[in-house]
């Protein structure tokens, strides 16, 4: 069985962690095939990528068979999901995490590096990391603190309790939590509305929020001026110009 799928309906992109026997449990396979998909969602013509896994669950992080084997280079595995981290980030458009059952571990730091999580109710995170004792990594001291805050994010880290649905919501973990039994057709709604707006725009703002998260308010204001030199000149601002004149919908080409 293939580790990760790959479908592109459209201008909607899907990769599909397919292990769901290991709750998608991530290996070097796994990694690899991810990593390939990205890059072919990159060069395709989607304007939103969903991320999400086989079965009953998210993802269950790393493989702890493949890790208890004892032949992980530690430092060096994690350049792998390291490319896969920065990979989802600099992706030019939306990636929409679809988080059914657990996200755990690498598994949860997955869902965190997608620009919009989108729950059912019987979704779970556990961060997983210290109870195994491990620190956290794939980018989960990035995203974390900026989605939770520091104390929270702390304490989820150090503590690794379950963190249900309701309470990911309120936490800012998640973007939007729906009845299990509604959960597809919310995805495909929350992809197609994505997938109709501005892509150039949704990349741009990927771009300005991973800026401002590192650098000082004098920057990201001149990083801001030049991403919208570039949106100023682009098709779909025209078209949104003419749109808001003529009292229509915009209809936004993308890239
Ligand atoms: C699994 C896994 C799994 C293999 C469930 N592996 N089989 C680490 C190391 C190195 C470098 C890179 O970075 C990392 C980062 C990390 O991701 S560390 C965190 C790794 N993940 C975990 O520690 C989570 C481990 N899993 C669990 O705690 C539980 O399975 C959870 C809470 C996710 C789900 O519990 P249940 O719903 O009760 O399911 P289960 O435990 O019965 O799992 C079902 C099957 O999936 C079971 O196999 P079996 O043959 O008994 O049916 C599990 O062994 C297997 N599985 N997670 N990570």
């Known amino acids: 069985m293939e580790p990760v799928k790959y479908e592109l309906s459209g201008s909607v992109a899907t990769i599909t962690l397919n292990r769901p026997d290991r709750l998608n449990a991530i290996n070097r396979q796994t990694l690899a095939a991810l990593s390939e998909y990205l890059e072919q969602t990159a060069a395709s013509g989607a304007r939103v990528l969903v991320l999400r896994g086989a079965g009953r669950a998210f993802c269950a992080g790393q493989d702890l068979e493949e890790a208890r084997g ?140 991973d800026y401002s998260a590192t650098h000082p308010a004098a920057e990201v204001l001149a990083y801001e001026a030049a991403l919208q030199k570039l949106a100023g000149a682009s098709h779909d601002h025209r078209e949104g110009l003419a749109a808001f004149a003529e009292k229509r919908r915009p209809d936004f080409k993308g890239r």
């Open 70 to 209: 004892g032949e992980l280079d530690y430092e060096a595995h994690l350049e792998s999901y390291n490319r896969v981290f920065r990979q989802i980030r600099e992706l030019p458009l939306p990636v929409v995490a679809a988080v059914q059952g657990v996200a755990a571990g690498a598994g949860m730091s997955l869902a965190l590096a997608a620009d919009y999580r989108l729950l059912s109710e019987s979704a779970v995170f556990i961060t997983a990391f210290a109870r195994i004792g491990l620190a956290p990594d794939t980018g989960m001291t990035y995203t974390l603190p900026r989605l939770v805050g520091w104390g929270r994010a702390f304490e989820l880290l150090a503590l690794s309790p379950e963190v249900a649905a309701a309470e990911a919501l309120e936490l800012g973990l998640a973007n939007r939590v729906v009845a299990d039994e509604a959960f597809e057709e919310e995805l495909q709604a929350v992809a197609g509305l994505l997938a109709s707006g501005p892509t150039l725009v949704h990349s741009l703002i990927k771009k300005a929020l």
